[in-house]
């Protein structure tokens, strides 16, 4: 039995940017070669790092290739081009392979891939096909239908064999929109982290303010202008550090940031890092900071939160990141806050006891060795995959 996992096409795997999909399928790959054939579909690079399994590449022109905003029209372009592209390729292999397993992690590539293969029912469904649903809420709960984006989602969720959802409030989701339970082919899988990238680094606190990170694409949804608005008293009392990384999705919304950072005397205070590589470079810069913060408005599953976990740092967290966490244990090193002022005042008491920062980050680290390591995720993968 082979496993085919396929790469969105958004960014070559291993990824070199901080790719949340890309990075879940370069862990999946390298916990399931231990057991099983692998082979990994993925966009074609001239400089892949390395990854332990054949690759079948599909070949992009660099234009499309370049970074772009973030849902552009070279964007959308990008994903039509490489999910078209991908379904040829998957009709040839669905025909070669028996007993196989394709596992599906975009929406237009899961869409693209099945109405090709099986159009007219030329083909017969000798293959299992998964569905690993990366988006958050994909329908608009006021008017209980489908956003008009996710409408690929829901074929690709009709369709496929079994759905992996990153949390239970998903599968509720899921269960709600389709009125019935999908109970035999909808499952509750959370991502997980590798601990042995995210650790903690010893390091001399040779400044006694609180360094709060935060670490996101830059755009509305992330919420990194409030997160600065409610810390911006302790800011200018020079009490704490904030300094946020991720790609810059949004240059108007960046702009917004930058205006509120001059116009209130913060720069010495506030900064932005730019866009991290994940991994070694990414986690020196978690290793900088005492705190995790994020105010985020949507999350399908708060990787980075756990990514700081694992690297020794207490997380301050919005509500939003509860349902996408529902699917783990609780833990006494993540805080969860309702408005502004929970915010605030999580992170006063933070400032006020650094016996608690040591305290909870130790909890933290231990928290995912026991929950969230890759190899404990990928066996749950493997339970049902196979």
Known sequence: MNIFEISTGFTPVPAQIGAATEIVVENLIRNFTKKNDITLIDVNND????????????????????????????????????????????????????????????????????????????????????????????????????????????????????????????KENIKHYFKQSLSGKTVVIPNGVDHTVYFPIQKEKTDNRLKILNIGSVYEGKNQLKSIEILSPLLKSNDCLFYFAGANVNPAYMEQINSYIKSNGLESNVSYLGEIPPGEDLNKIYNTADLFLSNSKSESFGLVALEALATGIPAILSQTFQASLKGLPPTEAIS???????????????????????????????????????????????KILI
Not at 147 to 162: C, G, N, P, Q, V
């Open 47 to 170: 400089d892949r790092g390395t990854i332990d399994c054949p690759v079948k590449e599909i070949k992009m022109s660099r234009w499309l290739m370049k970074p772009s905003a973030f849902l552009s029209f070279k964007h959308k372009l990008k994903r039509v081009v490489y999910s078209s592209k991908l379904a040829l390729l998957i009709k040839k292999l669905s025909k070669k392979e028996t007993g196989s397993i394709f596992h599906f992690h975009n929406q237009y590539n899961f869409a693209f891939s099945y109405a090709w293969t099986f159009l007219f029912r030329k083909n017969k469904h000798t293959n299992k096909w998964i569905y690993t649903v990366h988006s958050n809420l994909w329908f608009d709960e006021k008017e209980n239908k489908p956003r008009r984006k996710h409408y690929l989602e829901i074929y690709s969720i009709r369709r496929a064999d079994i759905v992996i959802c990153l949390n239970p409030q998903l």
């Open 336 to 382: 969860f806050c309702n408005d502004d002022n929970d915010f605030y005042l999580s992170v006063k008491s933070f400032m006020e006891n650094n016996d608690k920062l040591e305290t909870f980050g130790i909890a933290g680290r231990k928290y995912i060795e026991t929950f969230c390591s890759w190899e404990k995720i990928a066996l749950q993968h493997e």
